[in-house]
């Protein structure tokens, strides 16, 4: 009995002082319960019904009317092909139309908000006639798709850079390495391309089997635009490893901080749901986080139609931008041996 | 010729000097062997001569030039670790190719099989290699550019005594026509396979000589490992720590 209480406490022992492992052991639940009361402060995402405007902008007198609601939230959305996707995707609950022949409006909801089309009808005063459109059952997987393709490039990143990079130094494979004509750019690149082949591989899998098995709309157009995204990602986020790979020395501690980073990011990211219930402040700096750049770009294209290159090159830029910076601070600051 | 030199070698981790004032001229070709505990500075030394350290005074040469890590003839120098590493699952063929590419040899894959001895063996994931077969394949593959100078740390440390032979006979054949510098901890293999042994403790060269000469020079000594102790104040154990 005293040998295995010696090895629980030796075990204990063996997370805790770790140093930073043992911080976050501590610290990340605590991290996440906070991220999760930020995120869910002013209730559940899909508490509020998204109804989009599709008229080249909201008119003052549909927001006049709508104003009276705050339960309701008002986009404008600037294609009815758009606002057609994100309904189909369930990210949105009625479409706002001028009505084709007459004066008023037609509102287009899914036929899980007929009661909000009722009550829009009431609102309008009779100015507006609803229409129930047909959704595909799996509308809703189609919204997180996008989310799981980034988090499949997230942590493919974080682990395929940061922890082999680290694990590389520790080995010594690094410093082995050094020793011959084999320049570390050739080295750096070959791993970078590795991992976005691999995850170009995972997609190109789940995108097939999503648009056989769950009705994913794929076109050729939107899988190029897609696999453009992914290797953008790729590239960031092996940025982002790589960048983690200069600060921290140990395997153990680049798991539990990856593992701290991808959670924090998953819950930031508006992968799985949208987080306009954050504080505005919050809001704003997660829009400028690479996932939600990465998320919002590939369900533009694929839940929504979107192949405008106006549309899609600001988080394109983005994206680049993020990819070139952590390359760059990485290169500068990354140890090559482990002293 | 004049293959390495150092002048005045110091190396500092903060207030602590790993090397002390290193004075040391390898010619080659032939085996040099440098013996100290662990802590002496052995390794400190090995990073300064193959360009992954800068010293912090004194000079470092390398075929008669500076050594500077952007300058570094890596296309004439061979490397083996005391522990190499090997990705999960790769296979004799694979570690063999890997290494012929690097060092942009053609054929080289054969090469190294063929010196490794393990031809027919290429799809054998190098992990369940013995650790002489292992050690041969990593000096195969260290050597498959046919460099002039080759370095290796502790190269039979891990072996069995049948293994430690056969790796000290071909250490001695590669040092016919190269030059081979190893650190050791063990006197008997040193006076089996060098042709030259420097005495390293606490950060300097204590002496330096022909194994027959370092025994000859000191009254009473037997082995190596008397003059050793002679001329370093210190025996070294089993694992390599100073006794």
């Known amino acids: 009995m005293r040998v295995f209480w010696l090895l629980v406490r030796l075990r204990v022992l063996d997370s805790l002082r770790g140093g930073l492992s043992g911080v976050l052991f501590v610290a990340m639940p605590l991290v996440i319960l906070g991220l999760v009361a930020l995120v869910f402060a002013n209730g559940q995402p899909f508490e509020r019904r998204t109804v989009l405007v599709v008229a080249g902008g909201v008119p003052p007198d549909v927001a006049a009317v709508l104003a009276a609601y705050p339960e309701l939230r008002v986009e404008a959305e600037p294609s009815e092909a758009r606002a057609m996707g994100r309904l189909r995707s369930r990210a949105a609950s009625a479409a706002l139309l001028p009505a084709p022949a007459a004066r008023g409006w037609v509102a287009r909801v ?24 047909e959704v595909p059952r799996w509308g809703y997987v189609h919204y997180i798709f996008p989310g799981l393709l980034t988090s499949t490039a ?159 090159l600001q988080p394109a830029v983005g994206l680049a931008a993020w990819a070139v910076a952590t390359y760059a601070a990485s290169l500068y600051a990354f140890r090559w041996d482990r002293r | 010729m004049e293959v390495l030199r150092t002048a005045g070698l110091v190396v500092r981790y903060g207030n602590k000097a790993a090397l002390a004032g290193v004075d040391l001229t390898v010619d080659g070709p032939g085996v040099v062997g440098v013996l100290g505990p662990n802590g002496a500075g052995k390794t400190t030394l090995f990073d300064v001569l193959q360009g992954a350290l800068a010293p912090s005074e004194g000079e470092a040469f390398v075929f008669g030039r500076p050594i500077t890590r952007s300058t570094y003839p890596r296309r004439r120098v061979g490397v083996v670790l005391q522990r190499e590493f090997v990705m999960e699952g790769m296979s004799v063929g694979e570690y063999a190719e890997l290494f012929a590419a690097i060092h942009g040899v053609d054929g080289g894959r054969s090469r190294v099989l063929d010196r490794a001895a393990l031809t027919g063996r290429e799809r054998t994931p190098v992990e369940r290699l013995s650790g002489g077969e292992a050690q041969r394949l990593f000096i195969a593959a260290a050597t498959v550019h046919e460099p002039e100078l080759v370095f290796l740390d502790e190269p039979t440390s891990q072996l069995d005594p049948e293994s430690k032979l056969a790796i000290g006979a071909a250490l001695r054949d590669l040092g016919r026509a190269r030059t081979v510098v190893m650190t050791t901890h063990d006197m008997r293999e040193a006076e089996r396979v060098c042709d030259r042994v420097v005495f390293v403790t606490e950060g300097l060269v204590r002496a330096d000589g022909t194994p027959e000469d370092l025994v000859r020079g000191v009254p009473g000594a037997r082995t190596l490992e008397d003059a050793f102790v002679f001329h370093a104040k210190t025996r070294i154990g089993d694992r390599g720590d100073a006794l």
């Open chain 1, 110 to 133: 899914t036929p899980n908000e007929r009661l909000l089309g009722a009550g829009l009808g009431h609102a309008f005063g009779g100015e507006l006639s609803v229409e129930v459109t």
């Open chain 1, 154 to 312: 997230l942590l493919a990143g974080l682990f395929g850079m940061g922890y082999a990079m680290v694990r590389y130094r520790q080995s010594l494979f690094l410093k082995k390495l050094a020793t011959t004509p084999l320049s570390r750019s050739t080295f750096v690149l070959a791993q970078v391309v590795a991992r976005a082949l691999l995850v170009l591989a995972q997609t190109a899998l789940l995108v097939g089997t999503s648009a056989v098995a769950l009705d994913l709309p794929v076109t050729a157009t939107s899988a190029a635009l897609l696999a453009g995204f992914v290797v953008l990602g790729v590239l960031v986020f092996t940025g982002v490893g790589f960048l983690l790979a200069c600060a921290v020395k140990t395997e153990g501690v680049m798991v539990d901080v990856i593992n701290a980073l991808g959670t924090a990011l998953v819950f930031l990211s508006e992968m799985f749901f949208p987080n306009d219930t954050l504080p505005s402040s919050l809001a704003a700096v997660t829009r400028l986080l690479p996932s939600t750049m990465m998320v919002g770009a590939i369900r533009a294209v694929l839940v929504f139609g979107e192949t405008r290159p106006s549309a899609l």
